[in-house]
Each structure stands twice: as structure tokens, then as C-alpha cells.
T-cell receptor, first 113, second 116 residues
Framework: ELKVEQNPLFLSMQEEKNYTIYCNYS?????LYWYRQDPGKSLESLFV???NGAVKQEGRLMASLDTKARLSTLHITAAVHDLSATYFC?????????????WGAGTKLIIKP | DGGITQSPKYLFRKEGQNVTLSCEQN?????MYWYRQDPGQGLRLIYY???????QKGDIAEGYSVSREKKESFPLTVTSAQKNPTAFYLC???????????????FGNGTRLTVT
């Protein structure tokens, strides 16, 4: 069964602390996507990781991809309250011009002052 | 600005009634998708369409139907056969060709359906 597993599923942390969300996937894809969802809202794209060793950073968030380990990480540096949200990773399942994503269950992140 | 418009934002229906959710995009994207999200869960694919007049079932298509008569529009009908239709429904799109794998899905703002 093709699957994507995120951990932790719930994370409560203090501001100014660092933490990492892990995304393990079983597909053979070399493309991995991170999205953010605020409560009651739609999904917003954060990062698209296109190859082994890819690293992307935006503000206090940094994502990386290790296709050999089938692992992506989302690292949060010096967290601030505005980063409280649910974070999803998704792995590409592709073939014959077919674009489908296998989604993780999401990591709900709460950052306390 | 280009984007995906879903309507309505909230929808309430009685059990046994069919209901249609609207999804319109002006991004000139070929591929469109419908996802369902239950509280505290990830996304599950209902249907997708790569081109006009063609669509495929996703993982949870039972109880749902779609049409793709125009490139811009991909409406989803939730039928009375869907046993547990209350959920948050998200429509998305991509350019639709292999190079689009380098791009993320573009999502609409969602429709929250409640069936009682």
C-alpha cells in the first residue's frame, strides 16, 4: 500500500523553540510537497521539493528531501505564534501524464507564547 | 487575478437529497481534482479530470458524480448514495502535463457540506 506518514501528528511548542516535522513515504517518487492549512481554510502551498537533497527555505521554515531514505523534513526555527497551523506533506504518484498526490494525515502545530 | 472559485462556502442539506458543489477556475489549467477532508484528517481524492469530457475515479468515488463539459468548470454532485457526506470539500487544479509535477496544486477555498 502506498502511504505517507507524518509524525508527530500533534505538536505543541513554545515560541522561540526549534522543532522538526517528519514525513516518511513509500512511493518511489522524487517529488514531495508541503502545504499549510489554517483552521477552516483551504491549503496553501509552502514548498515543492523536486530531487534528492533538495532544500528550500522560507522565513522560519526549511524543508528538505532525502529520496534514498524516502524522508522529508520540515524544520521550524525560533517558532512564532503565526506559524500555528496544520502542515501536510504529499508525495507524487505519477504516470502517463497522471498527477496524483498521496497525502499524509497532517501535523497540527500549536505555538504558545 | 487567476484562481479557483468554489461555491457555496457553506451548504446544508437534508439526508436523501442530491447536492451539487461548484468549482470554476480561470487559470487555464487542464487538470482538476476534487478532494474530501474530514475533521483532523488528510485529503482523500474523489475524482479527477485531465481534459474536458474525461474524468477518472479517485479513492472514494462511490456516492459522488462529476462532469467536465468545459475546461473551466468541474462540478461535483454528492448523491443520496453517499453514506456520510458531511465533510469539507476542496477543488484543485494543475496545468495537467508532466512539467506540472514541478508545480503545486492550486486549491479553492472549499465548501463545507453538512447533511442532517
Amino acid at each position: 500500500e502506498l502511504k505517507v506518514e507524518q509524525n508527530p501528528l500533534f505538536l505543541s511548542m513554545q515560541e522561540e523553540k526549534n522543532y522538526t516535522i517528519y514525513c516518511n513515504y513509500s512511493t518511489t517518487s522524487d517529488r514531495l510537497y508541503w502545504y499549510r492549512q489554517d483552521p477552516g481554510k483551504s491549503l496553501e502551498s509552502l514548498f515543492v521539493l523536486l530531487s534528492n537533497g533538495a532544500v528550500k527555505q522560507e522565513g522560519r521554515l526549511m524543508a528538505s528531501l532525502d529520496t534514498k531514505a524516502r524522508l522529508s523534513t520540515l524544520h521550524i526555527t525560533a517558532a512564532v505564534h503565526d506559524l500555528s497551523a496544520t502542515y501536510f506533506c504529499a508525495s507524487l504518484l505519477a504516470g502517463d501524464s497522471n498527477y496524483q498526490l498521496i497525502w499524509g494525515a497532517g501535523t497540527k502545530l500549536i505555538i504558545k507564547p | 487575478d487567476g484562481g479557483i472559485t468554489q461555491s457555496p462556502k457553506y451548504l446544508f442539506r437534508k439526508e436523501g437529497q442530491n447536492v451539487t458543489l461548484s468549482c470554476e477556475q480561470n487559470l487555464n489549467h487542464d487538470a482538476m481534482y476534487w478532494y474530501r477532508q474530514d475533521p483532523g484528517q488528510g485529503l482523500r481524492l474523489i475524482y479527477y479530470s485531465q481534459i474536458v469530457n474525461d474524468f477518472q475515479k479517485g479513492d472514494i468515488a462511490e456516492g459522488y458524480s462529476v462532469s467536465r463539459e468545459k475546461k473551466e468548470s468541474f462540478p461535483l454532485t454528492v448523491t443520496s448514495a453517499q453514506k456520510n457526506p458531511t465533510a469539507f470539500y476542496l477543488c484543485a487544479s494543475t496545468p495537467g502535463h508532466p512539467s506540472s509535477y514541478n508545480s503545486p496544486l492550486h486549491f479553492g477555498n472549499g465548501t463545507r457540506l453538512t447533511v442532517t
